[in-house]
Each structure stands twice: as C-alpha cells, then as structure tokens.
C-alpha cells in the first residue's frame, strides 16, 4: 500500500512535511449524508500531532472566520493563546485536546469538514481576497503559497482555513473547514468537563466495561443504534462505528437497548472495542472531508462491512446490506445477520 508505505516515511521524518496530493482518491466517496470525523480519525491525527508538534509554541493566531471561535470571546482568544507552550496534545470523545502552558485547554471539534494540516517554514498567506472579493473570501477564506504575494497558484488542500496557529519554528496549524460548523475553544483547566460537554466513558479505556455498557443501556427504551451515537453513554462513537459494532455483534439497530441480553450486550462492548480499534490502524474512514495532518485520507474505508454498503452482498452471509434511517441518521445492516426478532426453531439449523 502505497499510503502506508508513504505515512511510515512522514512517521519516521517529520520534517520531510509536504503536502500530499490525495492520491487516495478511489475511496473517496462523495455521499449526501453528513459523516463527522468519529474516534478512530481524531485519535489518529492527535497520534500525529503529538510528534509533531509537543513543545513548541504557538506564537499567534490569525482567525479568518470568528465563529469558528466558540470561546471565550475572539480579541480573548487572540490574547490567551498567544506565546502559550504545547505541553500535551490528546483526545476525548470527538474534541482534539492541546495542553498549553497556563493550566489552559485548547479543544478542536472538526464537526463535519473540520481538518488539521501542517505547514512546513516558508509558506506565506495571501489575505488579499478579503478586499478584492467579500463574499468569496467568506466562503474561501485566505490563500497559502510557498512563493511570493499575492499567491499565484491555488492549493486546494489549504483552501477553506478559518484559523491559523503560526508556531514559533515557522511552520503553520491551519485548521479548513468548508462548511465552518467546526469550532476551536480555549478553557481554564478546572473548567474540563464543561469544555468537553460532560463525556460518557472513552471506549477505548480501562473503563469503559461489560459491566459499565449494561448500567448505560438499563432503563433506554430508544432503539440501541441512537443510544450508541449519544456521546454521553459512550465518547466518541459516531455513525460509521456504530453501524459497524451492531453487524459485529449481530444485533438490529432497531432493538430496543434495554431488550439486549447480557450476552448480546458483551457481543457489541466487544464490537465497538475491535471496529474502534481497526479504524485507528486504518488511520480513519475518509468518505468526504477527512484528511489526516499531511492531506492523506485514511484508508478505512476499505476494510467497513456494512456502512454505506447497501445493496452489496453481507461478508458473511451474502444477504445484500440494507439501508434504513434512525434518528435521521443513514443506518446499515445485514437483514439476515441481524435480526429484530429472534429466530423461529423451524430456522435453526
Ligand atoms: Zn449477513
């Protein structure tokens, strides 16, 4: 695999940074349903920057869209985060988290298109839009260009950058959202939960248990697959994962969650465990938006089993996949694998 092959390289060089053209583009998939980056894609891109970017310093930043600020106040912000330390990059649930310097929090939530991208020294930034075109420039925001102003060629990768961290080595955080639901946050410490909207329990931690699974799902009468997605019985699962988890469990998204049997429920805490986990390996699921720091779209998509795989013949069965919608949300499954009432004796074999 040409990817891997390419990201081992950057793992192994971080300062060999070029931008990638996304030479992944067969699985690329432009879909109508809205798919935020999940765990495995933020877990991934906190991996890379956390070698590539702890302690250093970010000296200011420009924003060029001020909603993408959502706290405290943008002239604040611009205050706060000037010449603070990089002391810790993580993740909780959906949120990228960077420890800076001064017991203060700095939270990304890449929401549908949000991305991190990492600018080597040299590149310059090409604000003139903003005079020349308004409108255009709300939409487009600045241009980046490693040679003179005004930029004379456009780099699609770069386009769309609501906010720039400028770090004091010369290199560029630019956070591009094309459709500017993303929102960065700058909290005190003592004020975690509240930065983080009061997260359940990370899946991929000690605990989140079997046991802990069943206390969450007692009493919930919603079908499991909207109980999945809510961010406080479990951090970080989104659509893609949850369709995933339910076909490696063998449960219909419709169940009601408080029907599962215990060993149903240990099935699925196993299968939200192994997709999560596979999807990190992968580096993400890339349908629309996501590209990891250095532009490449993960390759994930290549190893799902069921999301976005109607019509397509079950990998264990041969039963095409199914489509239908819960909570508003695109939902896949195999009718046979996982059924929504239990097995007549006559079926079994
Ligand atoms: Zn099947």
């Given at each position: 695999m040409a990817c891997h092959c390419w990201k081992e390289t950057n793992r192994q060089d971080?300062?060999?940074y070029e931008i990638a053209s996304s030479r992944l583009g067969s699985v690329l998939m432009k879909s109508s349903e809205e798919n935020m980056p999940e765990l495995p894609e933020v877990e991934y891109t906190a991996r890379q920057l956390r070698h590539a970017i702890i302690?250093?310093?970010?000296q200011d930043a420009l924003v060029f869209w001020e909603r993408s600020i959502g706290h405290p106040s943008l002239p604040d912000f611009l205050a706060e985060i000037a010449n603070r330390r990089i002391l810790g990059v993580r993740r909780r649930g959906k949120f990228l988290v960077m420890d800076l310097e001064g017991d203060l929090l700095l939270t990304i939530h890449r929401r549908m298109s949000g991305n991190l991208l990492l600018l080597p020294p040299g590149w310059q930034v090409d604000t003139s839009l903003h005079e020349t075109d308004p409108a255009a420039w709300d939409r487009k925001g600045p241009t980046f260009c490693q040679g003179e102003i005004p930029c004379t060629q456009f780099d699609p990768e770069t386009a769309y950058c609501r906010v720039c961290f400028n770090l004091v080595d010369g290199r560029r955080l630019l956070f591009t959202d094309p459709r500017k639901f993303g929102r960065i946050e700058l909290w005190p410490r003592e004020r975690e939960a509240e930065a983080l909207e009061n997260l359940g329990p990370e899946p991929l931690s000690a605990e989140f248990t079997v046991e802990r699974l069943v206390h969450s799902l007692a009493g919930r009468r919603g079908a499991i697959k909207q109980v999945l997605l809510s961010q406080h019985v479990i951090a970080g699962l989104g659509n893609i994962y949850a369709d995933e988890a339910l076909f490696y469990a063998g449960i219909h998204p419709l169940r009601r969650a408080d029907t599962l049997t215990p060993d149903e429920v240990r099935r699925l805490h196993e299968g939200i465990v192994a997709v999560l986990t596979l999807g990190i390996e992968h580096g993400g699921t890339s349908f629309n938006e996501y590209r990891d720091l250095w532009g490449e779209a993960g390759d994930n998509y290549n190893h799902v089993r069921v999301y976005h795989q109607q019509g397509r013949p079950c990998v264990r069965c041969g039963t095409p996949v199914e489509r239908i919608v819960v909570g508003q949300r695109g939902t896949h499954f195999c009718p046979n694998c996982q059924r929504l009432l239990p097995i007549r004796p006559a079926e079994r074999s």
């Open positions: 971080l300062k060999s302690d250093t310093t970010i």
